[in-house]
């Protein structure tokens, strides 16, 4: 048991513990009454079909809100590394360090929220060092699917983590540095304490696979096409890109850039020196240029519905057209919860006689920027950690990392759950407590609670559909208009008609109403529930479902 004022390092996952995505992991130090925090990312998720009309869902900060947050932390500019920055960071105000392409990208959030003259952001060189209070955290040179992947080298009185981020091991990343296998090493002979590591891949056998493959099978793929060729890829994935203008140069094309995010990225990228040489086709030139002498670079390859891909296959796209004889190449993975809407966005492309290229059919066009077994064995080899606490995954993928860890020979494993708070030191690993860390949603633009009522009635509504009664009553209660009754998703057919429901509902509105007496019909409250009661019931019998029911008395 530790003294109350020993100083402790404890690590506390917000996010990214039992799910991929929406990053949040902070570091304490210092005795339970007077601890000093790091926070590592600040990352974003994305709504899905439980979640109607959310499009970005955020780690909750509520328990680091007042304490003494000395720096924020952001290991790479993935949207679930630092998506969240423009909404968080004034609850959680403290300076920012990135590496510059990634400083780059946060700029960009931070403007398009109104927070950059109030942010301060601090460029860290690859491989540069911070020092924040008792935390000297120097930036680890990785790979991964993005520029400038870094793992953190979190080094204190009490033990040094290594915080790996996301990361793979690569040979040739074709864009960056190498993994710092020197530095990794350096580590584990000065003695690492714990090892917060990637789960995501940790089923997976073998190795991840290089950017430098893919690179090779690109060309082979895109030389002997004819017709127009459209590249699907995740724009953040600069060395992609770089391989995908590579491929279309060596096939004796040009490249037009089809996708806000496109654009943004290689802004990006050339800012710190990538890209530098390529001259891409504007679009009045894309709109002109030889079928055979084109390519276009686009975003969408998870079937969104707003981005280049879908416009396309829609056919609304502004200077990209593609039909009989042109081709389109997936060079990326289908996201879980994807899968319908890129098979949609495939299917429209094929009917347009548009031929499609996945890594199903055409492996070596796409491999993942997350260790395998392989590297994970590897990368304990040379950290060699007393504690490995396996982070970045679902549950399974948690308990599985933990398992391997000790087949490694690993002493100590902690598979934390978000909020539980982990000491690392001294003693033994140990979850001491567990704080609120719960999830905020955007939903019209607003930050609202997990569980918050407008979500709670729109997921009804989608389900149960919507009833919208209006009527007016007189001093006495008597109803004098026609009982108004409208619908919102609920189905008619020839046997029962909608417009007859409808009636018949609002005859039962009207004898219900009829049946209050006294101060019940003064009391709309009481109006409005005996009308939902009714309305409810009748809808269960005639469609199986209890709709929404939003009732409208007029007091003449």
């Excluded at 994305?46 to 009309?53: L, N």
């Excluded at 780690?59 to 790479?76: C, S």
């Excluded at 990785?142 to 790996?164: R, Y």
Aim: overall charge negative; some cysteine.
């Amino acid at each position: 048991m530790t003294q109350v004022n020993q100083d402790e390092l404890v690590f506390l996952p917000l996010g990214g513990s039992n799910e991929v995505g929406m990053n949040l992991n902070a570091y304490g130090f210092g005795p339970e009454h007077d601890r000093k925090w790091i926070i590592v990312d600040v990352g974003v998720t994305f709504g899905d079909q439980s979640t109607p009309g959310v499009d970005v869902i955020v780690p909750d900060p509520a328990f680091l809100e007042g304490e003494e947050i000395l720096g924020i932390v952001l290991t790479h500019a993935h949207e679930d590394h630092i998506g969240a920055l423009g909404w968080l960071l004034p609850r959680i105000q403290a300076p920012l360090y990135a590496t510059p392409f990634t400083a780059f990208l946060i700029r960009e959030k931070l403007r398009d929220r109104n927070l950059l003259d109030d942010a301060e952001l601090n460029e860290v060189e690859l491989g540069g060092k911070v020092n924040l209070g008792p935390f000297e955290v120097t930036y680890v040179t990785l790979t991964h699917s993005i520029a400038e992947p870094n793992g953190l080298s979190i080094k204190t009185p009490l033990g040094t983590v290594l915080h790996t981020g996301d990361w793979k091991l690569d040979d040739q990343p074709v864009v960056g540095e190498r993994t710092d296998e020197a530095f990794i090493r350096q580590l584990g002979d000065e003695g690492v304490l714990a090892m917060v590591c990637d789960s995501t891949n940790v089923f997976v056998e073998g190795m991840a696979g290089s950017e430098g493959d893919v690179r090779q099978k690109l060309v082979e793929l895109i030389t002997p096409l004819k017709g127009r060729v459209a590249v699907g890829c995740f724009a953040s994935n600069v060395a992609r890109m770089d391989s995908v203008i590579h491929a279309a140069e060596m096939a004796g094309r040009r490249v037009a850039l089809a996708g806000r995010s496109m654009h943004r990225i290689t802004a990006a990228a050339k800012s710190v020196g990538m890209l530098k040489d390529v001259q891409f086709l504007s679009e009045e030139e894309a709109k002109v240029w030889p079928a055979d002498k084109i390519l276009y670079l686009c975003t969408g390859s998870q079937g969104e519905d707003r981005a280049a891909l879908s416009r396309i296959a829609d056919g609304t796209h502004p200077f990209v057209r593609l039909g009989q004889g042109d081709h389109c190449i997936f060079s990326s993975r289908v996201i879980p919860g994807n899968e319908l809407a890129i098979a949609r966005l495939q299917d429209k492309l094929a009917e347009k006689g548009v031929r499609i290229y996945t890594e199903k059919d055409s492996p070596g066009i796409h491999v993942s920027g997350h260790p395998c077994r392989a590297e994970l064995r590897q990368m304990y080899e040379w950290a060699r950690p007393t504690i490995a606490v396996p982070t970045h995954g679902q549950r399974r993928h948690l308990i599985e990392h933990a398992n391997l860890a000790r087949d490694l020979g690993i002493p100590q494993t902690c598979t934390p759950r978000n909020g539980d708070m982990v000491r690392l030191a001294p003693g033994m690993v140990e979850i001491i407590d567990e704080v609120p860390a719960g999830r905020l949603f955007v939903d019209g633009g607003m930050m609202v609670e997990e569980q918050g009522e407008a979500l709670r009635e729109r997921r009804h509504a989608a389900n149960n559909g919507m009833l919208i009664v209006s009527f007016a009553l007189d001093r006495r209660g008597k109803i004098v208009s026609d009982i108004d009754i409208r619908s919102i998703g609920l189905p008619g057919d020839e046997k029962h008609k909608l417009e007859d429901v409808l009636d018949d509902l609002a005859e039962r509105v009207e004898d219900v109403v009829t049946n209050l007496k006294g101060s019940a019909l003064e009391d709309e409250m009481v109006v409005e529930q005996a009308v939902a009661r009714t309305l409810k019931k009748a809808s269960q019998k005639v469609w199986g479902r209890r709709p929404i029911v939003e009732t409208v008395v007029l007091r003449l």
